[in-house]
């Protein structure tokens, strides 16, 4: 006859005994490994990197597939409504309102049957829809160079600035305060004096001040790590401070550049969309989300979607930045349970 042992374990609720077999399954995972597994089990942040994985691949492909160009002028077909086809969804149909009563605003316009705009038009006869792609595809250009600026120079910076220490990192810490006191609009405003207004001033001004917070963070993190036993143990064997910093210190500081990164991204897309609002960032008649939205916003009281739309989509990309973030912050965080 078999025998039976009975342990304690054997009365565990079968959710309690699972959360204990994936615990000891992680015990074989890198640190890297078990972040990406808290990130999966996110699913706000892993809707939201979808979203902008979608927002990207659309934005890329709108370079060759197109509906119309987006700075072209149909003045005869001005401020009509979105339409897709002859399909009766609520809200694409073509309707608007004229002298309090509901008409089909592209019969009154003459437009042809096959001829029409999915988010309908702007008071210069302009595609929405257009405009509003390209308007994505200006915001992640921004947010790749913001990017950009923060792993080169914010991370070097730090990284020389916490390493050397003494004096070396008094004079840099010194610099970023004088670039910290200056605000980024009057950073903007001075590089229209200098450059035209556009893509270029807006790039300068981020690259000279984005990368500040990203340099204390990095910087903060440094003055940690050289002091443990593996760094002191490889300047002991001789190893140069280029390599101690490629194998030892930034793959311990990879958590605080990810998440500091993915929090730079959406306050560089506002400020982009802040700059172009107000009539200072990119000119027309290139299209920006900024622009479409002071555009939308002069008819907004009774052409609501020609604001409505850029809102969305500029709404919908900072927050899934922002949730992305906060999942990574999360997923990285060593005290974190999932």
Sequence with gaps: MADYKITADSFKP????????????????????????RLRHNKMAMISLWIIIAFIVISLLSFFFSPSNPNTQHLKWNNLPPKIANWSIPGFRGYGVSAGAKVNVYAQNNVPNNVWFVLGTDSLGRD?????LVGTRVSLFIAFMATLFDLTIG???????????????????????IISSIPNLVVAI??????????TSIIIAIGFTGWVTMARLVRAQTLQIKDQEYVLAARTLGESSVKIAMKHLIPNLSSTIIIQTMFTIPTAIFFEAFLSYIGIGIPSPTASLGTLLSDGQKNFRFLPYQMVY??????VLMISFNLLADGLRDAFDPRTTR
């Excluded at 959710?15 to 995972?29: F, R, S, V, Y």
């Excluded at 001075?190 to 035209?196: A, P, R, S």
């Excluded at 850029?310 to 709404?315: C, F, G, K, L």
């Design 14 to 37: 079968a959710h309690i005994a699972k959360e204990q077999q994936e615990k000891l399954g992680t015990d074989n995972m890198t640190f890297m490994q078990d972040a990406m597994r």
């Design 128 to 132: 929405i829809f257009s405009r509003i």
């Design 155 to 177: 991370v070097v910076y730090g990284l020389v600035s916490g390493w050397k220490g003494g004096m070396v990192d008094t004079v840099l810490q010194r610099i970023i305060e």
């Design 190 to 199: 001075l590089m229209l004096l200098v450059f035209k207004p556009g893509l």
């Design 310 to 315: 850029p809102a969305i989509v500029i709404s």
